[in-house]
T-cell receptor
Framework: GAGVSQSPSNKVTEKGKDVELRCDPI?????LYWYRQSLGQGLEFLIY????????KSGLPSDRFSAERTGGSVSTLTIQRTQQEDSAVYLC??????????????FGPGTRLTVL | AQRVTQPEKLLSVFKGAPVELKCNYS??????LFWYVQYSRQRLQLLLR??SRESIKGFTADLNKGETSFHLKKPFAQEEDSAMYYC???????????FGSGTKLNVKP
Protein backbone atom coordinates (compact mmCIF):
# COMPACT_ATOMS: atom_id res chain seq x y z
CA GLY A 1 0.00 0.00 0.00
CA ALA A 2 1.25 3.38 1.02
CA GLY A 3 4.84 4.32 1.58
CA VAL A 4 6.47 5.34 4.82
CA SER A 5 4.29 7.72 6.77
CA GLN A 6 5.26 10.10 9.54
CA SER A 7 3.24 12.16 11.96
CA PRO A 8 2.86 14.93 12.71
CA SER A 9 4.05 16.68 9.57
CA ASN A 10 4.82 19.80 11.57
CA LYS A 11 5.40 20.27 15.27
CA VAL A 12 5.98 23.54 17.06
CA THR A 13 6.90 23.29 20.70
CA GLU A 14 8.34 25.35 23.46
CA LYS A 15 11.84 24.87 24.77
CA GLY A 16 11.88 22.32 27.57
CA LYS A 17 8.84 20.37 26.42
CA ASP A 18 8.94 16.73 25.34
CA VAL A 19 7.91 15.68 21.84
CA GLU A 20 7.08 12.36 20.20
CA LEU A 21 7.49 11.76 16.50
CA ARG A 22 5.92 8.74 14.87
CA CYS A 23 6.97 6.63 11.90
CA ASP A 24 4.95 3.93 10.15
CA PRO A 25 7.27 1.95 7.89
CA ILE A 26 6.28 0.03 4.79
CA UNK A 27 4.66 -3.24 5.80
CA UNK A 28 7.16 -6.07 5.83
CA UNK A 29 10.23 -3.85 5.99
CA UNK A 30 12.48 -5.11 8.73
CA UNK A 31 14.92 -2.21 8.86
CA LEU A 32 13.98 1.25 10.08
CA TYR A 33 16.14 4.36 10.29
CA TRP A 34 15.78 7.80 11.81
CA TYR A 35 17.71 10.77 10.46
CA ARG A 36 17.84 14.46 11.24
CA GLN A 37 18.05 16.93 8.38
CA SER A 38 19.31 20.34 9.31
CA LEU A 39 19.84 23.23 6.94
CA GLY A 40 23.22 22.87 5.30
CA GLN A 41 24.11 19.80 7.35
CA GLY A 42 22.83 16.97 5.22
CA LEU A 43 21.29 13.94 6.82
CA GLU A 44 22.53 12.95 10.23
CA PHE A 45 22.04 9.32 11.20
CA LEU A 46 20.29 8.94 14.54
CA ILE A 47 19.24 5.35 15.13
CA TYR A 48 18.70 2.08 13.26
CA UNK A 49 16.39 -0.84 14.04
CA UNK A 50 16.68 -4.26 12.41
CA UNK A 51 14.09 -6.86 13.27
CA UNK A 52 14.33 -7.94 16.89
CA UNK A 53 18.00 -7.04 17.25
CA UNK A 54 19.19 -4.37 19.64
CA UNK A 55 19.01 -1.00 17.87
CA UNK A 56 22.11 0.88 16.80
CA LYS A 57 21.79 4.07 18.84
CA SER A 58 25.24 5.40 18.04
CA GLY A 59 23.91 8.46 16.23
CA LEU A 60 21.70 9.82 18.99
CA PRO A 61 23.16 13.23 19.90
CA SER A 62 22.32 13.14 23.59
CA ASP A 63 20.46 11.16 26.21
CA ARG A 64 17.47 13.41 25.66
CA PHE A 65 16.84 11.42 22.48
CA SER A 66 15.36 7.95 22.53
CA ALA A 67 13.45 5.74 20.15
CA GLU A 68 11.35 2.63 20.30
CA ARG A 69 10.01 0.26 17.73
CA THR A 70 7.02 -1.75 18.82
CA GLY A 71 6.19 -5.11 17.32
CA GLY A 72 8.80 -4.64 14.65
CA SER A 73 6.67 -2.03 12.96
CA VAL A 74 5.79 1.46 14.20
CA SER A 75 8.57 3.54 15.67
CA THR A 76 8.48 6.55 17.96
CA LEU A 77 11.32 9.03 18.37
CA THR A 78 11.11 10.93 21.64
CA ILE A 79 12.98 14.11 22.42
CA GLN A 80 12.88 15.17 26.04
CA ARG A 81 13.41 18.73 27.28
CA THR A 82 13.67 20.07 23.73
CA GLN A 83 16.25 22.70 22.91
CA GLN A 84 16.27 25.19 20.07
CA GLU A 85 19.11 23.31 18.39
CA ASP A 86 16.77 20.32 18.06
CA SER A 87 14.83 22.23 15.40
CA ALA A 88 15.16 20.27 12.17
CA VAL A 89 13.32 17.92 9.86
CA TYR A 90 13.27 14.39 11.23
CA LEU A 91 13.17 11.74 8.54
CA CYS A 92 12.28 8.11 8.87
CA UNK A 93 13.20 5.46 6.32
CA UNK A 94 12.59 1.75 6.03
CA UNK A 95 14.08 -0.99 3.92
CA UNK A 96 13.27 -4.56 3.10
CA UNK A 97 16.51 -6.33 3.90
CA UNK A 98 19.65 -5.84 5.81
CA UNK A 99 23.06 -7.44 5.68
CA UNK A 100 24.63 -6.56 2.38
CA UNK A 101 23.63 -3.01 1.63
CA UNK A 102 21.79 -3.54 -1.62
CA UNK A 103 18.69 -2.49 0.19
CA UNK A 104 17.01 0.70 -0.88
CA UNK A 105 15.81 3.03 1.80
CA UNK A 106 12.31 4.40 1.37
CA PHE A 107 11.88 7.72 3.09
CA GLY A 108 8.89 9.28 4.74
CA PRO A 109 7.85 12.90 4.22
CA GLY A 110 9.47 13.98 7.45
CA THR A 111 8.37 15.86 10.55
CA ARG A 112 9.44 19.48 10.74
CA LEU A 113 10.16 20.27 14.38
CA THR A 114 10.43 23.86 15.51
CA VAL A 115 11.48 24.59 19.08
CA LEU A 116 10.70 28.13 20.17
CA ALA B 1 35.85 7.94 10.72
CA GLN B 2 33.70 7.55 7.69
CA ARG B 3 32.82 10.73 5.92
CA VAL B 4 31.08 11.83 2.75
CA THR B 5 31.95 15.21 1.31
CA GLN B 6 29.99 17.12 -1.28
CA PRO B 7 32.00 20.29 -1.82
CA GLU B 8 29.37 22.23 -3.74
CA LYS B 9 26.29 23.48 -1.95
CA LEU B 10 24.84 24.89 -5.15
CA LEU B 11 25.50 24.08 -8.77
CA SER B 12 23.85 26.07 -11.55
CA VAL B 13 24.02 25.02 -15.19
CA PHE B 14 22.09 25.80 -18.32
CA LYS B 15 19.78 23.29 -19.93
CA GLY B 16 21.72 21.02 -22.26
CA ALA B 17 25.03 21.57 -20.52
CA PRO B 18 26.95 18.72 -18.91
CA VAL B 19 26.70 18.43 -15.16
CA GLU B 20 28.93 16.78 -12.58
CA LEU B 21 28.07 16.66 -8.89
CA LYS B 22 31.10 15.83 -6.84
CA CYS B 23 31.24 13.33 -4.01
CA ASN B 24 34.31 12.20 -2.11
CA TYR B 25 34.38 9.73 0.73
CA SER B 26 36.79 8.61 3.36
CA UNK B 27 36.77 4.94 4.22
CA UNK B 28 39.54 2.41 3.99
CA UNK B 29 37.37 -0.61 3.24
CA UNK B 30 34.94 -1.44 0.45
CA UNK B 31 31.99 0.90 0.70
CA UNK B 32 28.65 0.84 -0.99
CA LEU B 33 27.91 4.20 -2.61
CA PHE B 34 24.56 5.69 -3.48
CA TRP B 35 23.05 8.86 -4.85
CA TYR B 36 19.72 10.00 -3.45
CA VAL B 37 17.64 12.82 -4.88
CA GLN B 38 14.96 15.06 -3.44
CA TYR B 39 12.80 16.97 -5.91
CA SER B 40 10.84 19.99 -4.73
CA ARG B 41 8.03 18.96 -2.37
CA GLN B 42 8.84 15.28 -2.81
CA ARG B 43 10.43 12.67 -0.62
CA LEU B 44 14.04 11.73 -0.68
CA GLN B 45 14.45 8.78 -3.04
CA LEU B 46 17.17 6.56 -4.39
CA LEU B 47 18.59 7.67 -7.73
CA LEU B 48 21.27 5.07 -8.28
CA ARG B 49 23.75 2.81 -6.54
CA UNK B 50 27.24 1.93 -7.68
CA UNK B 51 26.79 -1.80 -7.21
CA SER B 52 24.16 -1.86 -9.93
CA ARG B 53 26.24 0.06 -12.46
CA GLU B 54 23.03 1.54 -13.76
CA SER B 55 22.08 4.72 -15.56
CA ILE B 56 18.97 6.38 -14.25
CA LYS B 57 17.40 9.41 -15.95
CA GLY B 58 20.61 9.78 -17.90
CA PHE B 59 22.74 10.00 -14.77
CA THR B 60 25.74 7.77 -14.17
CA ALA B 61 28.27 7.54 -11.38
CA ASP B 62 31.54 5.67 -11.32
CA LEU B 63 33.24 4.58 -8.14
CA ASN B 64 36.90 5.58 -8.24
CA LYS B 65 38.58 3.87 -5.33
CA GLY B 66 41.93 5.48 -6.09
CA GLU B 67 40.47 8.96 -5.77
CA THR B 68 37.79 7.83 -3.28
CA SER B 69 35.18 9.57 -5.40
CA PHE B 70 31.70 8.82 -6.70
CA HIS B 71 30.84 11.77 -8.85
CA LEU B 72 27.40 11.96 -10.47
CA LYS B 73 27.36 12.92 -14.12
CA LYS B 74 24.91 13.69 -16.86
CA PRO B 75 25.94 14.81 -20.34
CA PHE B 76 22.93 17.04 -21.03
CA ALA B 77 21.10 18.53 -18.07
CA GLN B 78 17.34 19.03 -18.17
CA GLU B 79 15.25 21.50 -16.20
CA GLU B 80 13.49 18.63 -14.44
CA ASP B 81 16.84 17.56 -13.00
CA SER B 82 16.72 20.54 -10.66
CA ALA B 83 16.71 19.04 -7.19
CA MET B 84 18.78 18.37 -4.09
CA TYR B 85 21.25 15.54 -4.51
CA TYR B 86 22.80 13.57 -1.67
CA CYS B 87 25.70 11.18 -1.89
CA UNK B 88 25.60 8.36 0.64
CA UNK B 89 27.94 5.64 1.84
CA UNK B 90 27.12 2.39 3.53
CA UNK B 91 29.64 -0.03 4.91
CA UNK B 92 29.49 -3.63 3.79
CA UNK B 93 27.60 -5.71 6.34
CA UNK B 94 26.62 -2.68 8.28
CA UNK B 95 23.45 -0.79 7.84
CA UNK B 96 24.47 2.63 8.92
CA UNK B 97 24.39 5.12 6.12
CA UNK B 98 26.50 8.27 5.98
CA PHE B 99 25.11 11.10 3.91
CA GLY B 100 26.85 14.12 2.51
CA SER B 101 25.55 17.63 3.08
CA GLY B 102 23.90 17.70 -0.33
CA THR B 103 24.24 19.71 -3.53
CA LYS B 104 21.40 21.74 -4.90
CA LEU B 105 21.34 21.49 -8.69
CA ASN B 106 19.64 24.31 -10.54
CA VAL B 107 19.18 23.81 -14.26
CA LYS B 108 18.36 27.09 -15.95
CA PRO B 109 16.33 27.29 -19.18
Amino acid sequence: GAGVSQSPSNKVTEKGKDVELRCDPISGHTALYWYRQSLGQGLEFLIYFQGNSAPDKSGLPSDRFSAERTGGSVSTLTIQRTQQEDSAVYLCASSLTSGRAYNEQFFGPGTRLTVL
Amino acid sequence: AQRVTQPEKLLSVFKGAPVELKCNYSYSGSPELFWYVQYSRQRLQLLLRHISRESIKGFTADLNKGETSFHLKKPFAQEEDSAMYYCALSLYNFNKFYFGSGTKLNVKP
